[in-house]
């Protein structure tokens, strides 16, 4: 099992940066695909982003796509989530996600067995 820690969420004007972080308990870090889903007041929770075990394979959806980066670094046990050019609609609560398949980059919300708490973004226009 992994347990999963969010941080770096916050309030910032539209145009700006972030970087989230999610801290992953275990010692088989390696051996799990990494995603990022957001959820905003009254909608789904909805994917964001993907990334294979070493980081070679990753997944973005459009809305994000050229804006946000995902990174991972398998010695520190965490997954980022670099976000550029933010807009109003980014406002969310993002969450770190994980499955135990190293090659999984996958959107699918039910894909991924383990969730953290989630970090709230506020983008103000």
């Known amino acids: 099992q992994v347990q999963l820690v969010e941080s770096g969420g916050g309030l910032v004007q539209a145009g700006g940066s972030l970087r989230l972080s999610c801290a992953a308990s275990?010692?088989?870090?390696?051996?799990?695909?990494m995603a990022w889903f957001r959820q905003a007041p009254g909608k789904e929770r909805e994917f964001v982003a993907s990334i294979s075990w070493s980081g070679g394979s990753t997944g973005y959806t459009d809305s994000v796509k050229g804006r946000f980066t995902i990174s991972r670094d398998n010695a520190k046990n965490a997954v980022y989530l670099q976000m550029n050019s933010l807009k109003p609609e980014d406002t969310a609560i993002y969450y770190c996600a994980a499955r135990p398949d190293p090659f999984y980059i996958a959107s699918t919300r039910a894909g991924y067995n383990y969730w953290g708490q989630g970090t709230q973004v506020t983008v103000s226009s």
């Open positions: 275990g010692r088989t870090f390696s051996a799990y695909a």
